[in-house]
């Protein structure tokens, strides 16, 4: 779709329109009776005779799943179903974990702005569109728990957003949890050239941690007691400090990467190394810290000089380095929808097939301390599932069915379900073409 912008407006061209509109439409219906969050089903429902990997244990053949209330009753292969539950059989299918993604860029979030390189209180919930189609587009890619972080452009952008893909419109009804009125996420940090150069940004790498060292360093002493007044940014670093808040710290070279580690060692916060390109020449280091990565096999499409070590066997090096590894999406430098694909690259690259699927599910639950709830398929924990048609390490298999909490909310029969799963890029909508601006022209504006 081509758009041009003029001044703060997009003026969508005529090709573009019929286009347009017809992809909202399905996008209109496929948010449907999302005025409220899904409710789950009070009856239990037995999905029955499929192949269910856990990723708590091995896969279990001729599997039954039971779920009732939003949450997994039972799973195995002898499973005492109660009499009045719906069933629903599965003979030939594959059920797993909902997938994690530790890193993307879904309902056009937006962070901080540039007035300085360090923004701790902005809060990414603010700038979320819960009705970007983005949103569904992740679910057809059987995604169903995010990690939505602001840009890398600053030293500090923000706080992340921990998502909850449930149907909804309000940014409470899609939160993993809210806690006295914020919801819980996490912190967004960089290095490396990304927050380098700008007017009032850093020029050099040892200024941007000396920039990071001096935030943190007056930081301690508002969080000792020193409070003349309230000072939310100050506020937003304390939780870093005291561990509430994690670390997802951008960054790209091993020279990097080791910067993050002495910052991590004299503040003592916890972080989560995101993308980590060069984290395979440093492994072993990773591994000794107790670091874990989230990490992306394709980067930066159309080159970046920080990425040009990249290598396929990263993910598997640091596997076998003990280091605990996750798989990301950062939607859109990777589609939601090729999660999948990502795990069969890195499968490629010398990854166990099991340790990719825990990539997806598991490990990226761990390392955004979701674990007790979602990431695994056990009994008491979120009814966060997919069905598939085949192996999900196969590039000829499909997602069928990606359940939510207990509710099915997409479904690849359903043609406005099928549109988000096989459409274009934002499926139609002129609302995800763009990563930082949303302003589409008045329909008289409409060429």
């Not at 983005?134 to 995010?146: C, D, F, H, L, N």
Request: with cysteine; aromatic share 4%; glycine share 12%.
């Amino acid at each position: 779709m081509r758009a041009t912008q003029q001044g703060r407006r997009f003026v969508i061209h005529a090709k573009s329109k019929a286009l347009w509109l017809a992809g909202a439409a399905a996008i209109a219906a496929a948010i449907g009776g999302a005025a409220a969050p899904a409710a789950a089903q009070e009856r239990a429902i037995a999905i029955t005779g499929a192949r269910i990997l856990t990723m708590a244990g091995e896969p279990i053949e001729n599997g039954t799943l039971v779920i009732q209330n939003g949450k997994i009753v039972a799973v195995g292969s002898d499973v005492a179903v109660p009499a009045d539950a719906e069933r629903i059989e599965a003979k030939g299918r594959v059920i797993m974990p909902g997938i994690v993604d530790t890193h993307s860029h879904i309902g056009q979030v937006a962070g901080a702005d540039g007035s300085g390189p360090i923004q701790p209180e902005v809060r990414a919930m603010d700038s979320i569109d819960p009705l970007a189609s983005s949103i569904g587009k992740a679910r057809a890619g059987g995604v169903t728990t995010v990690n939505i972080m602001p840009g890398s452009g600053h030293l500090m952008s923000g706080q992340t957003f921990y998502m909850k893909l449930r149907g909804g419109r309000t940014i409470e009804d899609i939160a993993f949890e809210m806690k006295n009125g914020a919801a819980l996420g996490g912190m967004k940090m960089a290095n490396g050239t990304n927050p380098m150069g700008r007017s009032g940004f850093p020029g050099t790498r040892a200024k941007s941690a000396s920039l990071v060292r001096e935030v943190f360093t007056d930081a301690k002493a508002y969080c000792a007691g020193d409070k003349k007044k309230r000072e939310l940014s100050k506020d937003a670093l304390c939780e870093v400090l005291s561990g509430e808040r994690l670390v997802h710290f951008h960054t790209h070279r091993a020279d990097d990467i080791m910067t993050v580690l002495r910052l991590k060692q004299e503040f003592g916060f916890d972080v989560l190394i995101q993308h980590g390109t060069e984290t395979y020449k440093v492994a072993a280091e990773l591994a000794r810290a107790g670091v874990p990565v989230s990490n992306i096999t394709l980067d930066a499409p159309g080159g970046k000089l920080e990425t040009i070590d990249l290598r396929m066997d990263n993910a598997a090096i640091l596997e076998r380095a003990g280091v605990l590894v996750s798989i990301h999406s950062d939607d859109a430098i990777v589609d939601s929808r090729m999660l999948l694909r990502e795990a069969g690259l890195a499968v490629r690259g010398g990854m166990s097939r099991d340790g990719a699927l825990r990539a997806l599910t598991i490990n990226g639950a761990k390392q955004l301390r979701l674990d007790k709830r979602v990431g695994s398929l056990e009994a008491g924990k979120d009814a966060d599932f997919l069905v598939l048609d085949g192996d999900p390490l196969s590039t000829y298999t499909h997602i069928l069915e990606t359940w939510v909490e207990g509710a099915k909310l997409f479904d690849r029969s359903r043609p406005e379900d099928l549109l988000m799963a096989t459409g274009g890029y934002g499926a139609g909508s002129p609302m995800d073409a763009s990563h930082h601006h949303w302003e589409l022209a008045e329909e008289e504006g409409l060429e």
